[in-house]
Each structure stands twice: as structure tokens, then as C-alpha cells.
């Protein structure tokens, strides 16, 4: 009995670990970051951008990481904010 628990939970969580919620919210000290991940996902179609190779997975991305990939690509493509205000909301 415990061992098909345990395999049922297995199956829960690698179920959940293949799909990332539509939309996160990015908790920073500067206000929270909401980032349409879905949006990201159908307009880029390239997990490699954000993820790198292999499997995408839970992605940690802190401060200079995270300026760098958002802020970066929405200054190139001209498109998406760039202005502090703009991502960080209070
Ligand atoms: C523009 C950047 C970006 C792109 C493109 C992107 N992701 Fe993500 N992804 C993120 C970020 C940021 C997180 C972390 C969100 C969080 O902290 O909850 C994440 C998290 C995830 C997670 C983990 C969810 C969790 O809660 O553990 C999965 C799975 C994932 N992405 C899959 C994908 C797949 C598949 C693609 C391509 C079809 C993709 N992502 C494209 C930025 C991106
Ligand atoms: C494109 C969206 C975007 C823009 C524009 C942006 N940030 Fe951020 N910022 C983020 C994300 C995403 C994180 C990291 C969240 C994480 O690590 O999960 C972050 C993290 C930070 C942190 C770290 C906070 C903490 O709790 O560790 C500071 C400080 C910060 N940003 C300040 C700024 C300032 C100042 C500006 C304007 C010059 C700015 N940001 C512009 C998205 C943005
Ligand atoms: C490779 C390019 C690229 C990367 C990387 C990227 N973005 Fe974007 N982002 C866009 C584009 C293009 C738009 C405009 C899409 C639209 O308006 O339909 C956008 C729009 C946005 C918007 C405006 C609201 C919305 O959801 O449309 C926010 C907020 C945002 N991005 C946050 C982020 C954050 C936070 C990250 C980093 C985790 C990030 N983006 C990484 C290309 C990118």
C-alpha cells in the first residue's frame, strides 16, 4: 500500500513539474515582478533563452541574472518594460 502511495506522488509531482504556472509572481524587496510566463513561452517558443539546455525546469533567477535576460531582451526587441516602475509594482 505505502509503495503505490508513493508512486502516485511521484506521478503528481513529476506531472506538476512539467508545466510552470501561467503566471508567477516574482517576489523582489523592490516591489513584486509579474511575469506572464505563458506569454513569454508562446511568443518566444525558445525555452533556451531563459533556460539554457536540457529540460526546463524551476529557474532561480535573482537580481543581476534576471536584469540582465528580461531587461536585455525587452531593450533589443524594443518591446516589454524596461523602466523599474514598470516590473517592480509595490
Ligand atoms: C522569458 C523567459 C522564459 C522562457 C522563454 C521560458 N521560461 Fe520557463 N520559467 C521562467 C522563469 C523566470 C521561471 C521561474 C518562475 C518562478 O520562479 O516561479 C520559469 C519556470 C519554469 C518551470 C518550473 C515551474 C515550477 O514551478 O517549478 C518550467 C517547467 C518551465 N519554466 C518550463 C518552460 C518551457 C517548457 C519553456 C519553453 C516552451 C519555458 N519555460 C520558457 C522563464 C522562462
Ligand atoms: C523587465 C523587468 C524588470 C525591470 C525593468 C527591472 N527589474 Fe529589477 N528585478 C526583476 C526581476 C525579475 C528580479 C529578480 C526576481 C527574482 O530573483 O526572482 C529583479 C530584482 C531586482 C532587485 C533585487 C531585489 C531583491 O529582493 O533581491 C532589485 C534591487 C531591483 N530588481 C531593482 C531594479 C531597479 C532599480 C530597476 C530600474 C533601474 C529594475 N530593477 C528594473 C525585473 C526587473
Ligand atoms: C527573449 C525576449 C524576452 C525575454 C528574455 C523576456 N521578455 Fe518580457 N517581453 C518580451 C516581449 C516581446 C514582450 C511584449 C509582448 C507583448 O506585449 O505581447 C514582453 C513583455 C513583458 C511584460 C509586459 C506584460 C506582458 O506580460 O506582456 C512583462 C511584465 C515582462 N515582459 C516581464 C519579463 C520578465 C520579468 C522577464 C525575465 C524573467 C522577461 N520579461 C524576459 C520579451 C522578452
Not at 502511495?5 to 510552470?20: D, E, G, K, N, R
Not at 503566471?23 to 533556460?51: A, P, R, S, W, Y
Amino acid at each position: 500500500m505505502k509503495k503505490i502511495v508513493a508512486a502516485a506522488m511521484l506521478v503528481a509531482i513529476a506531472a506538476s513539474a512539467a508545466f510552470a504556472a501561467d503566471v508567477v509572481t516574482l517576489k523582489t524587496k523592490m516591489g513584486d515582478v509579474t511575469f506572464n510566463h505563458k506569454k513569454h513561452q508562446d511568443n518566444l517558443k525558445d525555452c533556451k533563452i531563459c533556460h539554457g539546455e536540457g529540460t526546463p525546469a524551476k529557474l532561480t533567477l535573482g537580481k543581476d541574472k534576471a536584469h540582465t535576460l528580461c531587461k536585455g531582451c525587452h531593450t533589443e526587441k524594443k518591446q516589454g518594460p524596461t523602466g523599474c516602475k514598470d516590473c517592480h509594482k509595490k
